[in-house]
């Protein structure tokens, strides 16, 4: 895939701890298909507030932003976005001539595919995480009505602070009493060291009814494989990706695809990502 670039190129890019090639390749793909003057990179970066420095002085369009630095980088900002301002954490950074404000296109996706796969709000969920993502995910939960779960976290402060935000309890594992939506919002089961592990082992997917893994690369997590092999309906961590790059691309542009274009450039991103 060829992009042009001028001197008139709006640039766009991520930051995160492990760069990976689905931002680049799905937003790519978008604008060459609509021919717009755009370019996207991704970045990490051990200096955060110079990375984002960068983006204020060299005048970058829009940044994406994930693991480590969704909660940090909010120091750095000129303004939030009501979907960041709730959750404390941002995923998305929109420059417009200096001011940068934070965006979390996380939260609407999840409050959208619980919707599209008919999850019950009555549904017992455990969730295990605690940081930036797992904030836009419980608080998905949350304003989906899904008032009955618990947050597992080994990071106890920050456990307990999710879960009261939440109004669920806070647990340090995730203890016998079973989960009909078990929800990992961990590295576990991402491409690196932690890539062969569950999140949650197998009796408790046995006895899950829903599994929701919000890794995204690789799509089929262990987590997802063992939920199909026993037959449970999932929601997987590619369909989230899609969707909230989706509200980046239009954010950053202004453009909205239609379905089946964004369809063939998810295709084309998570071949490859």
């Keep these: 895939m060829t992009l042009r670039i001028s001197k008139d190129t709006r640039l766009c890019m991520s930051l995160s701890g492990r760069p990976g090639n689905f931002g680049t390749r799905f937003q790519n793909y978008l604008y060459r298909e609509l021919e717009l003057d755009y370019l996207y990179k991704a970045f990490t970066t051990s200096d955060l507030p110079a990375a984002i420095g960068g983006i204020r002085a060299l005048g970058i369009r829009g940044c994406a932003v994930s693991m480590p630095f969704k909660e940090a980088c909010i120091e750095h900002l000129d303004a939030l976005?009501?979907?960041?301002?709730?959750?404390?954490?941002?995923?998305?950074?929109?420059?417009?001539?200096?001011?940068?404000?934070?965006?979390?296109?996380?939260?609407?996706a999840v409050v959208n595919l619980l919707r599209k796969h008919g999850v019950p709000s009555d549904t017992r969920y455990a969730l295990r995480g605690s940081g930036g993502m797992a904030k836009a995910v419980a608080c998905a939960l949350r304003d989906s009505g899904f008032a009955n779960g618990c947050i597992v976290?080994?990071?106890?402060?920050?456990?307990?602070?999710?879960?009261?935000?939440?109004?669920?309890?806070?647990?340090?594992?995730?203890?016998?009493?079973?989960?009909?939506?078990?929800?990992?919002?961990?590295?576990?089961g991402m491409r690196g060291a932690e890539a062969d592990q569950l999140a949650f082992d197998e009796q408790a997917v046995a006895a899950a009814q829903w599994v929701f893994d919000v890794v995204a690369v690789p799509v089929e997590t262990p987590l997802i494989r063992l939920a199909r092999a026993l037959g449970k309906p999932v929601i997987t961590g590619g369909e989230v990706i899609v969707l909230q790059a989706v509200e980046q691309f239009v954010l950053y542009t202004g453009v909205r695809p239609d379905d089946e274009l964004i369809q063939r450039a998810a295709r084309f991103a998570l071949a490859d990502a």
């Design 81 to 108: 976005h009501d979907s960041a301002a709730t959750l404390q954490s941002v995923n998305t950074i929109v420059a417009d001539e200096g001011r940068l404000t934070g965006f979390n296109t996380d939260y609407s």
């Design 153 to 188: 976290a080994r990071n106890e402060a920050a456990g307990r602070a999710l879960a009261a935000q939440c109004s669920v309890p806070w647990q340090a594992a995730l203890g016998a009493e079973p989960a009909g939506l078990l929800v990992n919002v961990t590295p576990l």
